[in-house]
């Protein structure tokens, strides 16, 4: 089984404040999704990275995959309280016989203060 | 309206009552998936299809079972509920493996809470 360490599990800032949330494996991925997901609801994509060392900006937020596509970072910048969520990383399969198996971190519980 | 929709939403059921939550997405898309969340833990996947009859073991799959025997549908079954499957699941949908098709993201359903006793 293929394992996503998520961190950290919260982070509570101040409206203005960066932040870096952090995904890593000992497994390689095909590729690394990030979503936001609101209270009440499912998650929704923000972002898909395929190639190692692939930077992708959305706006204020930041993603990057590893190298050896084992990790994945989320950089928010100058944060806002419209920021609050919950994030959760998500690895896909290399292949073989668990292609197209997706593998969850824990989550980040990110609150931004006005 | 292109959506996942679960039924039912809400579910409070006793131990060993065989139950059914039903998922159908309209998007006519090949790759439909089960997950559950549970706190401080995210999302685990329960089983996933990549096309009809063909179903694949996630993380977490004992205790369920799952068909696909049409494209749209997906439901996931509990022969035996018991309490520690008391979680909120999503079933989610999209048109190729996730991470292939860069531009298409799953689409996930509003989630069915259930509380088994």
């Known amino acids: 089984t293929q394992l996503l360490e998520q961190s950290p599990q919260f982070l509570s800032i101040q409206e203005g404040e960066n932040l870096t949330v952090y995904c890593n494996s000992s497994s390689v991925f095909s590729s690394l999704q990030w979503y936001r997901q609101e209270p009440g609801e499912g998650p929704v994509l923000l972002v898909t990275?395929?190639?190692?060392?692939e930077v992708k900006k959305l706006k204020r937020l930041t993603f990057q995959f590893g190298d050896a596509r084992k990790d994945s970072s989320l950089h928010i910048t100058a944060a806002q309280p419209g920021d609050t969520g919950l994030y959760l990383c998500?690895?896909?399969?290399?292949?073989?016989?668990?292609?197209?198996?997706?593998?969850f971190g824990q989550g980040t519980i990110l609150t931004v203060h006005p | 309206e292109a959506q996942v929709t679960q039924n039912p939403r809400y579910l409070i059921t006793v131990t060993g009552k065989k139950l059914t939550v039903t998922c159908s997405q309209n998007?006519?898309?090949?790759?439909m998936s089960w997950y559950r969340q549970d706190p401080g833990l995210g999302l685990r996947q329960i089983y996933y299809s990549m096309n009809v009859e063909v179903t694949d073991k996630g993380d977490v799959p004992e205790g369920y079972k799952v068909s696909r025997k049409e494209k749209r549908n997906f439901p996931l079954i509990l022969e035996s509920p018991s309490p520690n499957q008391t979680s909120l699941y999503f079933c989610?949908?999209?048109?190729?493996?996730?991470?292939?098709?860069?531009?298409?993201?799953?689409?996930f359903g509003d989630g069915t809470r259930l509380s088994i006793l």
């Open positions: 998007m006519n898309h090949e790759y």
């Open positions: 990275v395929v190639t190692g060392g």
């Open positions: 989610a949908s999209s048109s190729h493996v996730p991470g292939q098709g860069r531009n298409q993201p799953q689409h």
């Open positions: 998500a690895g896909v399969d290399a292949g073989g016989t668990s292609y197209g198996k997706l593998t």
